[in-house]
């Protein structure tokens, strides 16, 4: 049996040629992945789906810039992340600059994010996914995704500053919303 990697290889080489049935197995193999990356930063998710769909139509149109210098997953996750941000700029304008406040080193370096033992997984997930989406898509790019604070303001097209300050300002409220509801679930 052939290692996926190589399968996947030979795909990408026909997708290159333009060949629509490798496109379909290379779609078949990474949309539910790709979808999952889409649902973290759109709220609806039928929009996520779309938002992948053009991801998808995107990686064809540019796979011959793949260079396989990281994995596809990771090049197409890029390109999903990427469509996202660019359809909440479009669809909300709240990814602006905000304010750029005089933040002390001490507040920016606070790397805290302990919670309650009765905190769970879905229980964050379901917190950042109510945050409004300036939050929301610097804590998923920064927490999830992995991008440091100068990524992040060259992905939304913010400061470095601003992404710390909507990182810290999304995790104030996260705090708030789990210690309510762990206090509601105490009861």
């Known amino acids: 049996m052939k ?3 190589q399968i996947h290889n030979k795909l990408i080489q026909k997708c290159k040629k333009h060949n629509e049935k490798a496109q379909l197995q290379l779609y078949k193999a990474y949309c539910n992945a790709m979808y999952a990356v ?6 609806d998710s039928v929009l996520a789906e779309d938002v992948m769909q053009d991801a998808f139509v995107k990686a064809f149109k540019s796979i011959h810039t793949y260079k ?10 890029r390109i999903v992340i990427n469509t996202c941000i660019d359809e909440l700029k479009k669809n909300k304008p709240v990814l602006v600059a905000i304010n ?7 507040v920016l370096e606070d790397n805290s994010w302990q919670v309650d033992e009765a905190v769970t997984v879905s229980m964050i997930k379901k917190a950042i996914d109510n945050l409004p989406p300036k939050y929301s898509v610097v804590l998923n790019l920064y927490l999830i995704e992995g991008y440091d604070h100068n990524e992040i303001a060259e992905i939304i097209n913010i400061t470095p500053v601003t992404s710390r300050t909507q990182l810290l300002r999304g995790k104030k409220i996260i705090k708030e919303t789990l210690k309510t509801l762990s206090y509601a679930e105490g009861c």
């Not at 396989?68 to 996750?77: I, R, T």
């Not at 750029?100 to 001490?106: A, L, S």
């Open 68 to 77: 396989e210098e990281v994995a596809f997953g990771a090049w197409l996750k």
């Open 100 to 106: 750029e406040e005089v933040i002390t080193d001490e």
């Open 38 to 43: 889409a649902c973290r930063y759109m709220k």
């Open 3 to 5: 290692p996926i990697k």
